[in-house]
């Protein structure tokens, strides 16, 4: 049976409970902080989901509705690694890259987003690694990797961009190639090659990246 709706009456307000928004929240990130363990301890293929459940004390059923499947626990495990919280707060108006863009020496701005991806590279890196050593037998895996990679591709080109805009790029480096040495020079590969294998600290690290990009761009 239909039920007639008065014109008059005012709107229904969606209910919404901050109390159970917390516990939403909580359970959220215990699953998160749980998963990030499992995969960086016994790798993507050995990771479940009924495992990640049992460890986190929630249902498998909780896991699948937060995040849709294995990919999905990996990829936000990796998002929150990126920002350093689980906060819905887009990339662009983090207070890192607003700093960044208001810095008027162009000098500056490379170097500070060099200590910043020697910053973030720590806690990163690994679990992107983990990804791609996955990739080669895991579709999951693959098509996580693949989403990384052009999702980094695309925040360098709207750096590429901004650098492109505000006049600070060498005569003869275009926005696209730009964006193509930012994209190489933050890669997990070479963060591979000198913090993981020739041991470089990562205060190292962020500084040489700041000076390379200097080097290449400016």
Same mark, same amino acid.
Request: overall charge positive.
């Given at each position: 049976?239909?039920?007639? $709706? @008065?014109?008059?009456? *005012? *709107?229904?307000?969606?209910?919404? +409970? *901050?109390?159970?928004? /917390?516990q939403a929240r909580q359970t959220?990130?215990?699953? =998160?902080?749980?998963?990030?363990d499992m995969l960086l301890a016994d790798g993507y293929s050995a990771t479940t989901i009924p495992a990640v459940a049992r460890a986190a %004390?929630? +249902?498998?059923?909780? $896991?699948?509705?937060?995040? %849709? @499947?294995?990919?999905?626990?990996?990829?936000? $495990?990796?998002?929150?690694?990126?920002? %350093? #919280?689980?906060?819905?707060? *887009?990339?662009?108006?983090? #207070?890192?890259?607003?700093r960044i863009r208001a810095e008027p020496d162009p000098k500056g701005k490379l170097l500070e987003y060099g200590e910043h991806i020697a910053d973030v590279s720590g806690r990163v890196c690994p679990i992107l690694l983990m990804i791609r050593d996955a990739a080669a037998s895991d579709p999951g895996a693959a098509g996580l990797w693949a989403t990384a990679q052009q999702e980094r591709l695309i925040g360098?080109?709207?750096?590429?961009?901004?650098?492109?805009e505000e006049g600070h790029l060498r005569s003869g480096v275009s926005e696209r190639e730009a964006r193509d040495v930012l994209w190489a020079y933050n890669s997990t590969e070479l963060w591979d090659l000198l913090v993981r294998q020739r041991a470089? +600290? =990562? +205060?190292?690290?962020?500084?040489?990246? %700041?000076? /390379? =990009?200097?080097?290449?761009l400016l």
């Open positions: 049976m239909m039920v007639a $709706v @008065n014109p008059d009456d *005012p *709107p229904r307000r969606a209910y919404r +409970s *901050p109390r159970r928004e /917390q959220r990130r215990a699953v =998160l902080a749980t998963a990030k %004390g929630v +249902s498998v059923e909780t $896991v699948y509705k937060l995040f %849709g @499947n294995k990919p999905g626990v990996a990829k936000a $495990v990796y998002d929150v690694a990126i920002v %350093g #919280d689980d906060e819905p707060v *887009p990339m662009t108006e983090r #207070d890192l890259v607003r360098m080109g709207y750096f590429a961009k901004h650098l492109r470089w +600290s =990562l +205060s190292r690290y962020g500084r040489w990246m %700041g000076r /390379q =990009l200097v080097a290449a």
